[in-house]
């Protein structure tokens, strides 16, 4: 009886999702090919999609966006340079998670598009909203105007909020207050202001670095009071 014999050689398997990190993904455009399923920024469909695309014989007819960078830790993190091609570019960006061998394929997991400028820089322009919170009258014609800031996953960050009068009886100089990412809470004084005289301001945020501007409230009414309100005259302190 004949008898096969297997030869004695040992077969390497690549493991590109071993250890615990994330996997990055990049490609010209503003849909990422992951497998068979084409993901597209939410931003533009105001919710997550994802759209099966198969071409003869169930095979995709698009290829897929290639990985540009991993890493196993949740204690590394990525550095990455981006190429000539992407100069002057609309860029899709994916993060995905990885653990055990296995990829999160099951749903885009942070997706974001990218307008990169000839130079290198992100010209996405904020994207973040704000809300307006109060407008306290303090003395000297101060007004201090607060407000909530939500910031988005994409494009960039302000660095600054800038008080700007657009009517009243005077000129002010523009005010401003630094913001750090992550902040919800923003406080701006204005500059002394006429008293019992009304104003028009708005809040503009502003990114130093690449000379980004949103005007993110508009047409806040503030009255000064010269000589602020009354300080209180008495008042009790309750337990709850």
């Given at each position: 009886m004949a008898q096969r014999v297997r030869p004695d050689r040992t077969a390497f398997n690549a493991r590109p999702f071993d250890g615990d990190g994330v996997s990055v993904y990049a490609t010209i455009g503003e849909a990422v090919q992951y497998r068979q399923l084409r993901c597209y920024n939410g931003r533009r469909a105001g919710?997550?999609?994802?759209?099966?695309?198969?071409?003869?014989?169930?095979?995709?007819?698009?290829?897929?966006?290639?990985?540009?960078?991993?890493?196993?830790?949740?204690?590394?993190?990525?550095?990455?340079?981006?190429?000539?091609?992407?100069?002057?570019?609309?860029?899709?960006?994916?993060?995905?998670?990885?653990?055990?061998?296995?990829?999160?394929?099951?749903?885009?997991?942070?997706?974001a598009t990218v307008a990169i400028s000839a130079g290198g820089d992100d010209e996405t322009?904020?994207?973040?909203?704000?809300?307006?919170?109060?407008?306290?009258?303090?003395?000297?014609?101060?007004?201090?105007?607060?407000?909530?800031?939500?910031?988005?996953?994409?494009?960039?960050?302000?660095?600054?909020?800038?008080?700007?009068?657009t009517a009243g009886p005077s000129s002010p100089s523009s005010t401003t207050a630094s913001y750090s990412p992550g902040q919800r809470l923003v406080e701006i004084d204005t500059a002394a202001l006429l008293d019992s005289s009304p104003y028009t301001f708005k809040v503009r945020a502003e990114n130093a670095l690449g000379s980004v501007t949103l005007d993110v409230l508009t047409g806040i009414t503030v009255e000064a009071d010269a000589t602020g309100p009354d300080a209180p005259s008495s008042g009790s302190a309750e337990a709850i």
């Open positions: 919710k997550r999609r994802r759209i099966t695309i198969k071409g003869s014989a169930g095979q995709p007819f698009v290829r897929k966006t290639s990985r540009i960078d991993s890493v196993a830790s949740p204690d590394d993190s990525l550095v990455w340079t981006i190429p000539a091609a992407y100069l002057g570019q609309t860029v899709t960006f994916d993060v995905r998670r990885f653990a055990d061998d296995v990829e999160n394929d099951s749903d885009n997991y942070r997706a322009g904020i994207l973040g909203t704000a809300t307006p919170l109060s407008l306290e009258v303090r003395a000297g014609g101060i007004v201090r105007i607060r407000l909530a800031y939500e910031e988005s996953r994409e494009g960039v960050q302000p660095t600054v909020f800038r008080a700007m009068r």
